[in-house]
């Protein structure tokens, strides 16, 4: 893996992070592809959105269809036939997600898997070791996300069980794929802190925020962005986890964040709610019944240049899958395209200019 800064922008960077199956821009947005599968979309209409790379989830993969299979095909690229780079998650927000039926241990995590009713325990040994089966580019190390609201105490032992892990998953690579270390501290400043600083004595390949958009304050987690962010390796890729709305992603650039993931845009296309250069729109309202406009008349998707809002919100009203593919093409693509306007703006120096006219469009949003 190579990382390069090729502009800044205050904190703001844009780089070029090399990885085994390709280049990525950054500030890049990882589309989701939870179980190897960016949900409707096939390969040609992923690559169409202009994503350059995607996250999948160990844990998951793991469960279904089990590494047997993946081993089968020398690596999740293989099996579902994508030749450009996948992050891989190491399961370890899953013990956040499923709290009730896991059981924390010293050295792992005790499940009752969802899919079968088996016990299972999963190790940092274990997390790593699947994703170097799945062959991801990117690595995360196994980590405990810390619930919100959690007391101080509680949030500096899952810190601390958060830091031994990441111990155990750099010993445990004894592969060329790059291994990427998570700060957890839940929402105290110097717990972060204390995270970050022996995560950097560990040494990785890049840095992650984790535990946020848990449930927490827009305000809370802007917080711990601005502190945390620029404080993370400068010469390292930083990643931002589960963010997020334009807003919330805008303000972490501007924090020096280069990588996001976030189920947003293509769960809220799947539910009807579209983002468009003037705001979201929600396709079941019943004003776009007739609507003969695309989605975005400011937008080259392949959704908005050949169909109108009224027609969507018709396969919608009809229980139609094609409504959900053609409305998680536009959204995908929207935020990809955003995130290259993003990167045109640190290039010219103005990502403050970027930053107003978006704060006007999504103010009345709620965002
Ligand atoms: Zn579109």
Redesign the pocket.
Known sequence: MKFEITNENNNARNGKLSLEHGNVDTPSFMTIGTYGSVKTLDLNDITNTGSQIILCNAFHLLLRPGLEIIEKFDGLHNFMNWSKPILTDSGGYQVFSLAKINKLKNDGVEFISPVDGNKILITPEKSIETQIILGSDIMMCFDDCTPYPSNRDDTQSSMELSIRWAELSKKANRSAQPLFGIVQGGMFPDLREKSLSELTNIDFDGYAIGGLSVGEPKEVRNEIVSHIGPNLPIDKPRYLMGVGKPLDIIHAVRNGIDLFDCVIPTRNARNGQ?F?HHGIIRIRNNQYIDDKK???SE???????NYSRAYIRHLDRCNDILAARLMT???V??YQDFMNTIREYIKINKLDDYIELLENIYSYEGD
Do not use: E, Q, S, V
């Open positions: 579209l468009t695309p989605i975005d937008c080259r998707c392949y959704t908005c240049l093409i536009h959204n693509y929207f």
